[in-house]
């Protein structure tokens, strides 16, 4: 008959042999398990501005002078000078300006709420569009010009907010989308609304497609049918892209465009013709 000490000692090595086999199977299934695959990298705020920049900047571009675009632009707009503009995937650029307001003859002003970011060789040409071509045209409703609501402008993103697509112009402050022009007594005159009169929106469209080299509105792409947007984009062979359907305005129904006739006068001492109270079968 085995002795205490025995089965003590009989005891521990079984107690030994079941803590390594536990083990042993322990690491068995971490090795069948694999570890999760490491994140990708995130973009994040670049560790100098020479890695933010990137390997073609040059640093003489780096300056706090205004540039001949900006001296010509300050002559008809209200503008503010802004930093070099950076971020991912080649967004960003320099010479990059807020346009607050275009100046006309006179010291008024056409403001743009909100004021856009852009590129100054493209709010140059939005200047030029709104001073020489809007205003006019807008005049034809009996009121100056006063203000422009803008929709979109100088944003790092894909186009149409499309992650992985194509860089879009507004990535670069090369594109502004605009909705509606407000007038000095404060009628909003919608630039896609079928409302408004057919033939000024057929006179601005035709005036933006010669000045840009991209016009979007409805029926372009479902992502412009409350705005219109223009940019600079650089295409080969000079191609450029207008596609903005300026729709038919709604039509009346006849009943909302013939009134009834006027109710024809009372006749004094005409005879009351007596209400036959007799139930017909």
């Known amino acids: 008959m085995p002795q205490p000490l025995q089965i003590r000692a009989a005891m521990r090595l079984l107690t030994a042999l079941m803590w390594l086999a536990s083990t042993g199977c322990g690491i068995a299934v971490a090795e069948a398990v694999p570890l999760p695959r490491p994140?990708?990298?995130?973009?994040s705020e670049p560790q100098s501005f020479r890695e933010a920049a990137g390997p073609d900047f040059n640093s003489i571009d780096v300056t706090s002078l205004p540039t001949e675009c900006d001296e010509r632009l300050g002559k008809t707009a209200a503008i503010e000078l802004m930093p070099r503009l950076l971020g991912p995937d080649a967004c960003g650029g320099g010479?990059?300006?807020?346009?607050?307001?275009?100046i006309l003859a006179g010291s008024e002003r056409i403001e743009l709420k909100p004021a856009p970011v852009l590129r100054c060789a493209f709010a140059e040409s939005l200047t030029g569009w709104l001073h020489d071509e809007a205003a006019p045209r807008a005049e034809?409703?009996?009121?100056?010009?006063?203000?422009?609501?803008?929709y979109d402008d100088f944003e790092c993103r894909g186009r149409n907010r499309v992650a992985g697509a194509k860089l879009s112009e507004?990535?670069?402050g090369n594109a502004v989308d605009l909705r509606a022009f407000v007038l000095a007594d404060?009628?909003?005159?919608?630039?896609?609304?079928?409302?408004i009169a057919k033939e000024f929106r057929d006179e601005l469209r035709e005036s933006a497609c010669h000045r840009f080299t991209t016009v979007l509105g409805p029926g372009s792409d479902g992502h412009h049918?409350?705005?219109?947007?223009?940019?600079?984009?650089e295409r080969q062979h000079?191609?450029?892209?207008?596609?903005?359907?300026?729709?038919?305005p709604p039509v009346a129904e006849v009943a909302d465009r013939v009134p009834l006739p006027m109710p024809r006068p009372a006749i004094v001492g005409a005879p009351v013709n007596p209400v036959n109270h007799e139930r017909k079968l």
């Open 39 to 43: 994140r990708p990298p995130l973009w």
């Open 95 to 102: 010479d990059m300006v807020r346009l607050n307001a275009v």
């Open 140 to 150: 034809k409703f009996g009121a100056a010009l006063r203000a422009v609501e803008t």
């Open 170 to 172: 507004h990535g670069k």
């Open 186 to 195: 404060g009628r909003a005159i919608g630039l896609t609304d079928p409302a």
């Open 225 to 233: 049918e409350a705005h219109i947007h223009l940019d600079l984009a």
């Open 238 to 248: 000079g191609y450029r892209m207008c596609q903005w359907n300026v729709r038919e």
